[in-house]
Each structure stands twice: as structure tokens, then as C-alpha cells.
């Protein structure tokens, strides 16, 4: 229950950012992209979002006799340093989100180039939020050990990865030599170094 309102709190920030984007700069912040290809994926993308907030909090409450609703396993320690994780994944991913300020998107969009951000989580792992979203996965699958969720999260992190690297190849394309640096320095995920990124003059 505990990680299904984390995520529900979550995505109810996520919406709350994409209304003020939207009042304060005139766009949408990408949520419905204007890509085809991003459009596309949004079919995919949003009732695996949902399925992520609802199965959590569903399978706190009822049981199914379904046999993707039944747990995998049942180990409570797992299951609240699960909880811990989660907690400790959402008050990193809202630093990032207010080091990201009027740079933060939800997707490509082709006509528009924003800020590149090297500071705070950003000087130490290229996609900190996208890294931390796959945590966030994780924790929802070990609190809800179910085939379903397994099912969920295994199309979340396969959508995670490859929209990483899209994303990755579209800065490239717009910041050049900048964004090399940051490539080459920077790990996607996981910090190559724990020397904060200082981007050359």
C-alpha cells in the first residue's frame, strides 16, 4: 500500500508539473509528444503507468484467485527494505525534477531545445529520474510479487531504456560537443566517477 500511494503521489506530481508547463510556458511538457514515434508509445506507455500505481495498491487490499494475480513470493523483510528504497527513490527523483526547473520534458519534441542541466543528482548520472523510475519498479515489484506486476515492470524497464537512448541521441544531435562531454564523463545510470561533472568552457 505504502509503495502504491508513492507511485500514486508520483504521477500525481508528473501531472501537476505538465498543467504548470503548460500555463506558465505554453506546452505541454511533452506528455502527449509531437513525434509520431513518441505518440505511438504513449498507447503502451500510459496503462503501464497506470497498471504500476493500481496493482500495488489493488493487491494490498483484495485477493484474486487469478494466477497472475498470485504472489511469487512472500518475504516481509524484502518487502519493507522494498518500502525503504521507495521512499529514499521518490525524495531523490523530486530533487531532480526541481534541478531539472523549466528543462524538465516528458519526451521529444524535434522544434523545441532546451537547457542542458549539470547540477545537483545530473552532475553525478546522465537520467537520474529514468534510473530512479526503474528503482521505483523494482520496489513496486518486490512489495507485489505478482506475475502481472512482473509482466508491468518488465515493459516499463525495456520502455525505460530505449527512450533513454532515443532521448540520449536527440541531445546529441541538438547540443553537439556539450552533450559529448557529458557522454563520455557521465554514466547513464550509475556514476563513473564521484567527482561532481564540470562542464569545460
Partial sequence: MIVGLILLTYWIRVLQMVRKAR???????????????????????????????????????????????RPMFYNPIVQWLAVVVAIMAFIITWICWRNMGKSWRMGINPEEKTELVFTGPFAYVRNPIYGLSQVLMLCAI????????????????????????????????????????????????VPKSFRAYRRSS
Fill in 23 to 69: 500555463k506558465t510556458a505554453g506546452h505541454d511538457a511533452n506528455f502527449i509528444p509531437r513525434e509520431p514515434l513518441g505518440r505511438a508509445l504513449r498507447i503502451l506507455w500510459i496503462p503501464t503507468v497506470a497498471l504500476w500505481i493500481l496493482v500495488p495498491l489493488i493487491s494490498a487490499f483484495v485477493r484474486f484467485n487469478l494466477w497472475f494475480f
Fill in 142 to 189: 518486490l512489495v507485489a510479487p505478482l506475475p502481472l506486476m512482473l509482466i508491468v515492470g518488465l515493459i516499463h524497464v525495456l520502455f525505460m531504456q530505449w527512450e533513454v537512448r532515443r532521448e540520449e541521441r536527440y541531445l546529441l544531435s541538438q547540443h553537439g560537443d556539450a552533450y559529448r562531454s557529458y557522454l563520455e564523463n557521465v554514466g547513464r545510470f
